[in-house]
């Protein structure tokens, strides 16, 4: 996934996904280049993340469950 395009779907600057990724992986949570960001560690990125990470997985797993956007 291009810098650019994760910028323009999480409405933040190139620079701040450039800087954020970097980050993470130097902290070893991510492996990040030509376009492509590969998940090295799930638990210490999570871990690494917001409360909101885990709200969010919490919603999405109950709209999964209601069926909310099935056809």
Known sequence: MAPKFLAMMLGVRRAGITLAAGILQKAELIQYGSGQI????????????CQCHRAISNDHDRLIELGVGRR
């Not at 590969?38 to 993340?49: I, K, N, W, Y």
């Open 38 to 49: 590969t998940v090295l560690d799930r638990p210490g990125l999570e871990a690494a993340a």
